[in-house]
C-alpha cells in the first residue's frame, strides 16, 4: 500500500499563487508517476500534471504555462507550483501516485486538498 500526504491547498486572490506538495510513504519502491487531478464542483476530475521517475511531465492545456510539477524521488514528494490562479482553477486537488508491481499497475489517492481562487 501507498499512503499521500497532501498539504498547500487555501484561498488565494486571482492572480496568486500556491504551491502543494504530496508525500508518499509506505511501498514506495515501485512508484512510477505521480501527479495531481482536480475535481470541479459539479465537474468529473480531471488530470492537472503528472511526472514520470524519469521525470517526463505532461500538463492539461488549461494549466500549461502556469503551472509546473516538480518531484523528488529521494524524498517521495511531488510538487505542483501554481502560478496565476484565476476563478476557473477552484477545485479539490488530489495527489495520485501510480506503482507497478509484478507487472500490476495500482494507483492511490491523496485525500485531496481544497484550491479556491477568489475574484
Known amino acids: 500500500q501507498v499512503q499521500l500526504g497532501e498539504s498547500g491547498g487555501g484561498l488565494v486572490q486571482a492572480g496568486g499563487s500556491l504551491r502543494l506538495s504530496c508525500a508518499a510513504s509506505?511501498?514506495?519502491?515501485?512508484?512510477?508517476?505521480m501527479g495531481w487531478y482536480r475535481r470541479a464542483p459539479g465537474k468529473q476530475r480531471e488530470l492537472v500534471a503528472s511526472i514520470t521517475s524519469g521525470g517526463r511531465t505532461n500538463y492539461a492545456d488549461s494549466v500549461k504555462g502556469r503551472f509546473t510539477i516538480s518531484r523528488d524521488n529521494a524524498k517521495n514528494t511531488v510538487t505542483l507550483q501554481m502560478n496565476s490562479l484565476s476563478p476557473e482553477d477552484t477545485a479539490v486537488y488530489y495527489c495520485?501516485?501510480?506503482?507497478?508491481?509484478?507487472?500490476?499497475?495500482?494507483?492511490?489517492w491523496g485525500q485531496g486538498t481544497q484550491v479556491t481562487v477568489s475574484s
Open positions: 495520485q501516485a501510480t506503482r507497478l508491481r509484478l507487472g500490476v499497475s495500482s494507483d492511490y
Open positions: 509506505g511501498s514506495i519502491r515501485s512508484i512510477n508517476a
